[in-house]
């Protein structure tokens, strides 16, 4: 069991005051149900979700670390393995690799010198292939770090946004 | 173009409008009228579900089940616990309209999921919005806030008993809790599996408690049949078919995008608003309901209109209305290898038939694709495919399952001519 004193993993008191809110929306004997805020909150706090991180949410909100382990690795936008400052997740599913998105990967890979699920060596960009982000309309389209869309995708709009990401 | 006269556009009419999204604008043209009468003037729920009944009203999300059918299944006598759940986690591939009405029509979902709550007695709702879509969870909340603010959400509405709060739950990363029952289990903080059902979310839903659970789209439209009248719903589109509905046109069209158009709307008009099919390049293939749809032929989905029935009549589903176009050059191997990654990536491992099968068929399609494929490989993802539908717990099994049978249905050519000369056919390298 992790000690959810310990400072490295102590999350902040926004990060704590967020999951206090997602906590007030379920009934008071249903805290799980903030499990998936809470991890979403702690990886964007941390990074990525190293083991102690998921067990402190997991003492946090009173469930057994089991469960919260089961949602951490159910669900694709956690990150379980460490992963660049940037993660770029591009859709390649059928609607966007209509559009081009597997020229945009082919484009990507090549800039960045790493496959998908591949980091720089400089730790400054992760690469992942997502599935449907439900943005058909506006593909192709990626993520980056899981909240920040970006549509329309071509090769120099891609060039520039990995400018943009220090 | 608004709620208060009949107009084709029952969704997304808010999209002409200056700052779309504002409670302001919303109330302006006549929303949370419709919840203010039924609350006020302590309207039945059986008057209600009367009139959904006659809106002939179909589910949004896929299915296309009557809503007015789904609502009456809630014990709404219950005294305890009762939840009104709104499906927005849109990610069956090609679905984009519901992401348009969170933030673009916020607030007529929060209006048709108070009357939803009002009509079962339910105190509390829930909204599952889609992961990767953060910016329109945003302007949810802050949706909500404002409706909060303004008294149309919280205690004692409009000087009534009546008390309704609505929270919005963000997923992260799972097509199966599209799946009403996985989506349950997301909100109660589980991994997304499917329940055996029976028992139905109406009996046995959100934390045990009766539960009516309904896609965004499906309750975005009752605030309009409660306006304008069930029958005025119906007549905008056809029997057995009521009102307009967003098709969301992703793919080889001149504009892509979400266009809300009157159940019965003739394919080919629907194609002609998204522009056409790109650069004057010839229709080969549609999938007319998002990916799990079987995909129809050129020739086929010219000639059918777009409803539950006429697309269902042609060998498909109408689905989530997501119509994804595929011109000439798309290589029907390579498509369908891309849709079988998805649900192979996208199971969730409970059934053996879906885990194992989709691994199968994604794996067979690949090396068809990569020039290894057999003779008999046709034969084996026929039998794959047969022995999933039917044998899941959910539907993921048959939405795995129907992609490769009817690729190979009307487009099997092109995968013997993978198999013999291990390479796509001439034009088509997409």
Known sequence: MANPDSNTLRLSQESLALIDAEVAKYPADRKQSAVMAALRIAQTEKGWLKPELVEYVAHYLEMPPIAAYEVATFYNMYDTQPVGRHKITLCTNLPCALMGANKIAEHLKQKLGIGFGETTEDGRYTLKEGECMGTCGDAPVCLHNNHAMHTHLTPEQVDELLDELK | ?430
């Open chain 2, 1 to 430: 173009m608004s709620l208060l006269k009949p107009t084709p556009q029952v969704c997304s009419w808010t999209q002409a409008l200056d700052n779309p999204r504002s409670l302001a604008t919303y109330v302006a043209h006549g929303g949370y009228q419709a919840l203010r009468r039924v609350i006020t003037e302590n309207i039945s729920g059986d008057a209600i579900i009367a009139e959904l009944k006659t809106s002939a009203l179909r589910g949004r999300g896929g299915a296309g089940f009557p809503t007015g059918l789904k609502w009456s299944f809630m014990p709404r006598a219950f005294a305890g616990d009762k939840y009104i759940v709104c499906n927005s986690d849109e990610g069956e591939p090609g679905t984009f309209k519901d992401r348009d009405i969170l933030r673009y029509n916020p607030h007529q979902l929060i209006e048709g999921m108070a009357i939803a709550g009002y009509v079962m007695g339910a105190r509390v709702g829930y909204n599952y919005i889609h992961g990767e879509i953060f910016d329109c969870y945003r302007i949810f909340e802050a949706a909500l806030r404002e409706a909060r603010e303004a008294g149309y959400l919280g205690d004692k509405l409009f000087g009534t008993d009546f008390c309704f709060q609505l929270h919005a739950h963000l997923g992260y990363g799972a097509y199966i809790c599209g799946e009403e029952t996985a989506l349950l289990e997301s909100i109660e903080g589980k991994k997304g599996q499917p329940r055996f059902k029976p028992p139905f979310p109406a009996s046995f839903g959100l934390y045990g408690k009766p539960t009516t659970i309904n896609n965004t789209e499906t309750l975005a439209s009752v605030p309009w049949i409660m306006q304008h009248g069930g029958q005025a719903f119906l007549e905008l589109g056809k029997p057995n078919n009521g009102g307009a509905k967003l098709f969301s046109v992703s793919g080889h069209v001149n504009k892509p995008g979400n266009y809300e158009v009157p159940l019965g709307t003739p394919f080919s008009a629907l194609l002609e608003m998204a522009g056409g099919v790109r650069n004057g390049h010839k229709l080969k293939a549609v999938i007319p309901g998002g990916s799990s749809a079987p995909v129809l032929p050129a020739d086929t989905m010219m000639d059918c209109t777009m409803d539950f029935d006429s697309i269902s009549k042609a060998g498909s589903m109408l689905g989530s209305g997501a119509v994804i176009v595929m011109d000439e050059t798309v290589c029907m191997v390579r498509a369908l290898e891309r849709l079988s990654y998805f649900y192979f990536e996208e199971s969730c491992g409970q059934c053996t038939p879906c885990r194992e099968g989709t691994g199968w068929m994604y794996r067979v399609i690949h090396r068809i694709e990569h020039g290894q494929g057999r003779p008999e490989d046709i034969d084996l993802l026929n039998s794959v495919a047969g022995r999933i539908g039917g044998h899941t717990i959910c539907a993921l099994g048959d939405a795995a399952a129907l992609p490769v049978q009817s690729f190979l249905k009307h487009f099997g050519h092109e995968f013997e001519h993978h198999i013999e000369h291990k390479c796509c056919m001439g034009g088509t390298e997409q």
